[in-house]
């Protein structure tokens, strides 16, 4: 297993995370622990999460997991702040009030004194960044968390909030987690090289574009049979879904078939040729991977020891162009517009 600097940070991460979304839901306890143990017998030290997953079911798994033999001390132990966690209006967002409450209850759940990377699930237009700031840096001189980091930040304002930083004089965020992958490589032209510049780590999240990437997917005429009663499309992919637009297009698949002549050549399944390309990608840190099961996990790790020759980006660069889409951007159920308004305040 490779480690990465975390950004500008002192410490080192795994070359992949392991993103326990699915963990104390699709996957149970007992099946949870397994996967934590063997991620980490896999040499993986950096695991990440968020408040909201099945309702901080997500976290008091990991937190278990965790606390059993001493596991927490070698973990770098992320986890995200942002959603609504209840009706009340003042329960979510990057307020003062909703992020103190919540790295509370997340220290709880994780069954641990301190949050190494405590991130913003998405950015809030409606609170200043100055508040945000300054309610994160309070956390770090309590010692509850020890470095903050973003997700799904545009350039922009991941630059703003490092100038905010600057001014106010307060820890600076060293990790973004964007959705990135060999689909979509827009963030090629902004945000990539505004983090590198910056010494922010990008842990990207979606690798796998959904499962497109896996080759687990037919092109649609193969795939979606017509019901010979109703006459009406039916099949997994055959829904108008935000994630099922990449299942509709001879160009994403154009990307997946090329990928399986790579794997075949080079022994490997798609899932890894996948993730070697995005870990190799320059400015990435960590693709964080979200395995459902342990087959799952255990090809996923398959790509720490998958390097990609020139020859095998090359032609994946002539396909999947760099900085550029092979789909239009594609806005996930939790990535919104709302995101990248300006806030109101300055």
Request: charged share 25%; glycine share 8%; net charge negative.
């Amino acid at each position: 297993m490779e480690y990465r600097r975390l950004g500008r940070s002192g410490v080192q991460v795994s070359q992949f995370c392991l993103g326990t979304m699915n963990l104390g839901s699709s996957a149970d306890e007992e099946l949870s622990f397994r996967m934590v143990d063997y991620a980490m017998d896999q040499g993986v030290n950096f695991l990440d999460t968020a408040n909201m997953y099945g309702d901080g079911k997500s976290e008091e798994v990991v937190g278990a997991a965790l606390a059993r033999d001493g596991k927490r001390e070698s973990v770098v132990l992320a986890t995200k702040v942002h959603f609504p966690t209840s009706d009340d209006p003042n329960d979510r967002g990057n307020g003062r009030r909703h992020i103190i409450e919540q790295c509370d209850a997340s220290l709880r759940r994780l069954k641990t004194d301190r949050i190494d990377l405590y991130q913003l699930h998405r950015a809030d237009p409606e609170v200043p960044i100055e508040e945000t700031l300054l309610a994160l840096e309070s956390l770090i001189q309590a010692g509850k968390v020890r470095y903050i980091g973003t997700s799904t930040f545009p350039a922009w304002r991941l630059v703003e909030s490092m100038h905010v930083s600057e001014r106010l004089g307060v820890n600076r965020f060293v990790s973004e987690q964007p959705p990135y992958h060999m689909l979509d490589r827009q963030l090629e032209k902004t945000l990539i090289p505004a983090a590198q510049s910056y010494g922010v780590a990008i842990i990207p999240w979606s690798p796998l574009a959904g499962g497109m990437l896996t080759g687990k997917y037919q092109r649609p005429e193969t795939s979606n049979r017509q019901n010979s009663n109703t006459g009406v499309e039916t099949g997994r992919l055959s829904g108008e879904d935000e994630w099922s637009i990449w299942h509709r297009k001879d160009t994403a698949f154009d990307v997946v078939e090329l990928i399986q002549g790579i794997a075949t050549a080079r022994g490997a399944s798609v899932t890894q040729v996948s993730l070697a390309w995005t870990a190799q990608q320059p400015g990435i840190t960590s693709p964080i991977i979200g395995p459902r099961n342990m087959d799952q996990l255990q090809d996923c790790l398959g790509a720490t020891d998958l390097q990609l020759t020139a020859a095998d980006l090359e032609q994946i660069d002539a396909l999947a162009r760099p900085g550029e889409s092979v789909v239009p951007y594609i806005w996930s159920p939790w990535v919104t517009p709302e995101s990248f308004r300006p806030h109101q305040y300055r």
